[in-house]
């Protein structure tokens, strides 16, 4: 979910198990979603996008789905890793030209051995 | 290799100085991006650029300005007029078009600190 302040929500999960990770996003215009994966001191990376004319799309591992009625967007990780441990934020479109994406805060993934 | 370079990595202002951050892309993106991150908020934009030698505003533009040169250069110079410059600052191109609607991609970043 999504938090304000200095302290992002963590999401502990063991090794293997799968990990879900939510994002609240704001405008029901909104028609085109990202997630990003980001490591300490390091630049987001791209993990997997989705149009609103979609609910679910998959990826290696992942699975992005996508409810336009509460305006709620889910990443799903299959049989989480030690490397997945990242702070892991959305990203929404707003539809305006050039000013366009709103990024959440993150949600940081603590993986356990 | 292909990609969004940013340097330096680590950048350290004085008072009443000017720095510039530097962003290259070798990945012919017509879109370029400033954002600026703080700890546990989301990324702020700073300057966008649709296309060479043009670039606008973003939702906290003061204290900053950009040029747009070179379609693989977006150097963005924090100003002595920004008071509070402590960030993590993300450059990001998109391949631009339907700007907005595009995958923006994103530099290492460059940690700015104030001596």
């Known amino acids: 979910g999504e938090s304000v302040g200095l302290h992002l929500p963590t999401l502990s999960v063991q090794e293997g198990d799968n990990s879900i990770i939510n994002c609240a996003y704001s405008?029901?215009?909104?028609?085109?979603f990202i997630w990003y994966k980001q490591e300490s001191g390091k630049g987001p990376q791209f993990i997997i996008d989705?149009?609103?004319?979609?609910d679910k799309r998959q990826g290696q591992r992942v699975t992005v789905l996508l409810n336009k009625t509460v305006k709620h967007l889910s990443l799903q990780i299959a049989a989480t890793q030690p490397g997945d441990s990242a702070v892991y934020f959305c990203?929404?479109?707003?539809?305006?030209?050039?000013?366009?994406?709103?990024f959440g805060p993150g949600t940081r993934l603590s993986v356990l051995p | 290799d292909g990609g969004i370079t940013q340097s330096p990595k680590y950048l350290f202002r004085k008072e009443g100085q000017n720095v510039t951050l530097s962003c290259e892309q070798n990945?012919?993106?017509?879109?370029m991006y400033w954002y600026r991150q703080d700890p546990g908020q989301g990324l702020r934009l700073i300057y966008y650029?649709?296309?060479?030698?043009?670039?606008q505003k973003g939702d906290i533009a003061e204290g900053y300005s950009v040029s747009r040169e070179k379609k693989e250069s977006f150097p963005l110079t924090v100003t002595s007029a920004q008071k509070n410059p402590t960030a993590f600052y993300l450059c990001?191109?998109?391949?631009?078009?339907?700007?907005?609607?595009?995958?923006?991609?994103f530099g290492p970043g460059t940690r700015l600190l104030v001596l």
């Open positions: 990001a191109s998109s391949i631009g078009g339907l700007a907005g609607r595009e995958t923006q991609y």
């Open positions: 405008n029901s215009a909104s028609d085109y």
């Open positions: 989705i149009r609103s004319n979609m």
């Open positions: 990203a929404e479109n707003m539809g305006n030209y050039g000013q366009n994406f709103v």
């Open positions: 990945l012919n993106h017509d879109a």
């Open positions: 650029s649709q296309i060479v030698n043009d670039f």
